[in-house]
Structure formats: structure tokens, C-alpha cells
Nanobody
């Protein structure tokens, strides 16, 4: 498994932007971001394959952009026009070609109205 470290979370007003980063200790195949609000289940936000194919949750489509740098083993999530409903702990996710999954420790994103 690889170690993942997220950064970039914080407090922002509605309509603002944040950029999350995830640094991996090694090469990964599938990467993604999940989020979890208090008392709710963790949900998928976005995924990106090694070749660059992306997928987004309908609630963030058009506002968030996921990207990666395979040479640096980093994954990013650019979040624009943030809403209070986006508030939660965001987790970086990675999966190797062998099917081994890794999770970051999470970074808090709080959006005030």
C-alpha cells in the first residue's frame, strides 16, 4: 500500500474556492476524492485514472476539477463556487493495479453561508 497525505482544507465562505492536494508515497493506478459530513456516509466526489479519465458526482459536476501528476505522484481537487452542502472531511483515495486500496487521513473543508 501507499501512504497518502492530504492538504489544502480550511474555512471558506459560500462561493469561494479551495484546492486540495494529495501526496502519495508511490505510484498509483486509480485515484479519487471522497467526502463525509457529520452523521452521514462517505460519498464519492471524483475519480481519475492514470490515463486521465475522470468521473464526478452530479452534485459537484461543473464546479470541481480533479487532476494528477503521475511523475510527482500527486492528486489535486480544485473546488470552485463552494456551497455549505460541500462541508465535510475530504479523503484522498488510491488503488494500485493489484487492487490494494489506500486512504489519506482526511482534511476538513468548512463552507459558511
Amino acid at each position: 500500500q501507499v501512504q497518502l497525505v492530504e492538504s489544502g482544507g480550511g474555512l471558506v465562505q459560500a462561493g469561494g474556492s479551495l484546492r486540495l492536494s494529495c501526496a502519495a508515497s508511490g505510484s498509483i493506478f486509480l485515484a479519487g476524492w471522497y467526502r463525509q459530513a457529520p452523521g452521514k456516509q462517505r460519498e464519492l466526489v471524483a475519480t481519475i485514472t492514470r490515463s486521465g479519465n475522470t468521473n464526478y458526482a452530479e452534485s459537484v459536476k461543473g464546479r470541481f476539477t480533479i487532476s494528477r501528476d503521475n511523475a510527482k505522484n500527486t492528486v489535486h481537487l480544485e473546488m470552485n463556487r463552494l456551497k455549505p452542502e460541500d462541508t465535510g472531511v475530504f479523503y484522498c483515495y488510491a488503488q494500485s493495479s493489484f487492487g490494494i486500496a489506500s486512504w489519506g487521513q482526511g482534511t476538513q473543508v468548512s463552507v459558511s453561508s
